[in-house]
């Protein structure tokens, strides 16, 4: 059960559903391509008796309150309200939330029937283009005394950000070294990842960093230091971050952490 509460986005399915139809929406795709490709993505679980009436409901509320809503959608939204859809496990629940999830579909209700909303263009979200690039080294001046190094494995290009992941090396010393000495400095050796190891002070030596906002400083504003450029390593395609930062002065501050817990 994806549920965690009796309202229709208290749902960890609606809320998929209701962000993977507007972010189509959002990159231009076409209205009736953008329902068709989110109910084809959801054919399976369109047939369970709980998930189904929750994907029908959840898309057809999103596309009234963008001003798309489509009318075939629209009955059958309501049909599986009219016909007590998927209210077989608020029913188990006791009146209270029965009572409580009836509201919420009359409120679903009211969104369809009611007058609808004029067409709302949605614009996709603006997202930060890193100017580093994989192989770039970076040095950073801690708090506590000595400078780390960290190389760029590869660039995580997605909807949201284009963005670096780095590995930290076994590094940390009172001086930054020359470009050819940091291209013989292993990366820090990872532990497996466990609930275990992501506790420990460097059991997580992977990271992603983005700009998430236009006013939010980059790398070199957060005092980090770009000194060249290295061969790339086996394994670098495929690295993947332990632990994403939404800003690079977060991200300093956790190495300062992190150095002070534990001197490389």
Known sequence: MSAWGPGLFADDTACD?????????ED???????????????????????DGPVIWLALAFTQSKIGRLDHNLAARALEII???????????QGPNLEARRRAALAQVRAQLTGPQP??????????HVTSLHAG?????????GPYLL????????NRYAVAPVLVVLDFARPQIPRLARAARIPDRPEPPRSHASIQQTWGITKFEVVVSKKTDPDYPDAG???????????????MNAGRLYPSWPLFGQDLNDRIVAQPL
Do not use: C
């Open 17 to 25: 559903v209701r962000d993977e139809y507007r972010a189509l929406i």
């Open 28 to 50: 231009g795709t076409g209205d009736d391509s953008a329902m068709r490709r989110i109910l084809d993505a959801y054919a399976d679980a369109l047939e369970d008796p709980d």
């Open 82 to 92: 009219d016909h007590d859809e998927g209210m077989s496990r608020w029913l188990e």
């Open 118 to 127: 004029r067409r709302k263009k949605l614009r996709p979200p603006w997202r």
């Open 136 to 144: 770039d080294v970076l040095a950073y001046h801690t708090t506590a």
């Open 150 to 157: 960290l190389r760029v494995g590869r660039i995580d290009d």
């Open 224 to 238: 980090f230091q770009r000194i060249g450029s290295i061969a790339n390593r086996p394994g670098d395609a495929n």
